[in-house]
């Protein structure tokens, strides 16, 4: 079995995340804690509701109910990215060149790298933000659908209206699809690589005994992981019409206990599946062979993150207990 190197920290822990071969951690209390030569800290919020990696960067961004935005460097020191007082932050993404999205109530704001902002108002509240894959162009996750809003020109929006309340949305790295997760225990997606005129197709994933909280593409787009069951849904997207009349996956089916996070390998067809009572499984999608990462512990899995290599998976939980497993050992 892979070794585990054990971090208990109190309270509840927001996700995991991996800046080069460090580890972090981002705690709801407003800590980032990460391993490096030892266990340090950094003071990020009063009260943390979110946290990304920024790639392009090789930081943190993160947003709290101090209504900040920060960005956590691999050192684990902090700057302040931008603040809106007396607002929560609930929603935070990382764009190309260093860009930053970030959400208060019904108003998303993305900053370019060069410092300058753009405001995008919703009728309703904004529950989740995300880049598409090239150009300056954030989706916004509302209710009844998403917007996609230009934030480098002064292109006209676009309403991909779904009735309900959208409460993640993430697209394809191929950027030929967008998927919302929904408060009604379902997914929905938009096929966005439509001819001019043709009307976006419309995607129906449902099914799911619970909430959809955790979704991880794999590698080359080919798949689109999702917790919310008692196995990880795992939906085909390789195909030019995406899942649409196809039937998913479903990995690491355990009897009644819940997959609360999902992680795609970043080189391989391998995911990382976290279950509310604590345990990782590991599965390959070829053969579906399962090898256990962590017997099952205090708390159920709230994020976790791969090392660029591979070779490390990091954890968080809701109850504290988190960790590193090193699966070349």
Request: charged share 20%.
């Amino acid at each position: 079995m892979p070794t585990v190197a054990p971090l208990d920290l109190e309270g509840h822990v927001y996700g995991a995340f991996f800046l080069g071969d460090t580890p972090f951690f981002a705690a709801s209390s407003g800590e980032i804690h990460r391993l490096e030569n030892g266990h340090k800290v950094s003071e990020a919020h009063h009260g943390l509701l979110t946290a990304v990696v920024d790639p392009a960067t090789k930081s943190l961004i993160t947003g709290g109910e101090d209504g900040k935005v920060q960005r956590i460097a691999a050192d684990g020191s902090v700057t302040q990215v931008a603040e809106a007082p007396r607002k929560w932050i609930n929603a935070v993404a990382a764009g190309p060149s260093g860009a930053v999205g970030f959400a208060h109530g019904k108003t998303a704001v993305v900053i370019t790298s060069d410092g300058k902002s753009r405001e995008f108002t919703e009728q309703r509240t904004i529950e989740h933000l995300a880049f598409a894959p090239k150009g300056l162009r954030i989706g916004v996750a509302r209710y009844n659908g998403v917007t996609l809003h230009w934030a480098g020109t002064n292109g006209a929006p676009v309403d991909l209206e779904w009735k309900g309340a959208h409460t993640f949305v993430t697209f394809s790295p191929d950027g030929r699809f967008l998927v919302t997760a929904m408060q009604e225990s379902a997914l929905h997606g938009w096929k966005l690589d439509v001819k001019p005129n043709e009307e976006t197709r419309h995607m129906r994933m449902s099914g799911y005994p619970g909430k959809v909280k955790s979704l991880s593409w794999s590698p080359k787009g080919k798949w689109l992981a999702s917790s919310g069951a008692p196995a990880a849904i795992v939906w085909p997207f390789s195909s030019k019409d995406g899942p649409m009349g196809k039937a998913p996956l479903e990995l690491g089916t355990r009897a009644n206990i819940m997959v609360t996070s999902v992680a795609f390998h970043p080189n391989e067809e391998v995911l990382a599946i976290g279950f509310i009572d604590g345990m990782i499984l590991g599965v390959r999608l070829a053969d579906e062979k399962e090898a256990l990462l962590r017997r099952p512990g205090k708390g159920g899995i709230s994020g976790m993150s791969w090392s660029q290599s591979g070779k490390l998976l990091a954890f968080s939980s809701d109850a504290g207990d988190c960790g590193v497993v090193d699966i070349s050992v």
